[in-house]
């Protein structure tokens, strides 16, 4: 019998960044990026790279961070975009922006950029999909040179068809898909957009993935539980929770024992409880 696709959204914050790190589509990325906001991240390298541990779940959960000379660019897939989001985001740009400026007495110039992919539409123009900002300095309102954040509104490319738009904008809409008729509708015939839709569908009834995937939705659900219940209780009840969804989609006990930290035991006794 077939195994069942769970619906893999490239919206997800693992799933991208599993995919951006993988030179199978780099051609994909680099096109969305270059349409998007005009940046051409061709020459750049992934700068965590260099941190990779080798354990798949942490390193799909590293920052899109690329390099090259002294230049930065910061990649994020915000699927629950908020005004602490954009703070918080912002933080990371000037902390780029402040870090290695001085080697000794030398005085190091580099561009630092933030790519914001932002699952929701422009909040000041519905009809914009993307938004750049400058940093000024407050006390003599002049430009700040070498920092510079777009902000991408995927919705504007939501329910576009195949005959619609550009290839570039069909490629961009893929990521508002929510299942998978609707995604390979977007793609139409086109060869790498199929390509996408393709690997998505993959790890769709991928095990090790589904419950990465699954844990990461989850862990967004109890934020505010967590918050309010306090951290440690919270954490606890986050992996039970998990971990019941894990089971009931039929993910493999060691794979959940794997992604929770529960032991066995503990496993199975919840299962007999389902």
Do not use: W
Not at 13 to 36: L, P, Q, T, W
């Amino acid at each position: 019998m077939e195994k069942e696709k769970k619906f893999i959204s490239l919206m997800s914050d693992s799933v991208f960044k599993y995919m951006f790190k993988n030179e199978r589509f780099h051609s994909f990325f680099r096109r969305v990026i270059k349409y998007a906001v005009d940046v051409d991240i061709e020459g750049y390298t992934l700068y965590d790279n260099e941190l990779n541990s080798g354990n798949k779940i942490k390193d799909y959960r590293l920052d899109i961070l690329l390099k090259k000379g002294n230049d930065l660019i910061s990649i994020e897939m915000n699927k629950d975009p908020s005004t602490s989001t954009l703070i918080k985001n912002h933080s990371y740009l000037f902390r780029l922006a402040g870090s290695n400026f001085k080697e000794g007495e030398i005085y190091k110039q580099k561009q630092v950029i933030q790519i914001n992919f932002n699952n929701s539409l422009c909040p000041i123009n519905p009809r914009t999909f993307c938004l750049t900002y400058d940093f000024r300095d407050i006390e003599y309102k002049t430009v700040i040179e070498g920092i510079k954040d777009y902000e991408v509104y995927l919705h504007k490319f939501k329910g576009i068809s195949y005959n619609e738009v550009s290839k570039d904008a069909r490629l961009i809409s893929l990521f508002t898909g929510e299942s998978y008729e609707e995604l390979r509708k977007i793609a139409g015939e086109d060869k790498e957009a199929l390509y996408i839709v393709s690997e998505l569908e993959k790890l769709g009834i991928n095990d090790e993935f589904n419950a990465l995937y699954e844990e990461e939705i989850i862990q967004k659900k109890l934020i505010n539980t967590a918050k309010v219940e306090g951290i440690e209780e919270g954490r606890e009840k986050e992996k039970i929770l998990i971990a019941k969804n894990f089971l009931k989609d039929g993910i493999p006990i060691d794979v959940v024992s794997k992604n929770t930290n529960l032991s066995i035991t503990e496993l199975e006794k919840l299962k007999s409880e389902l």
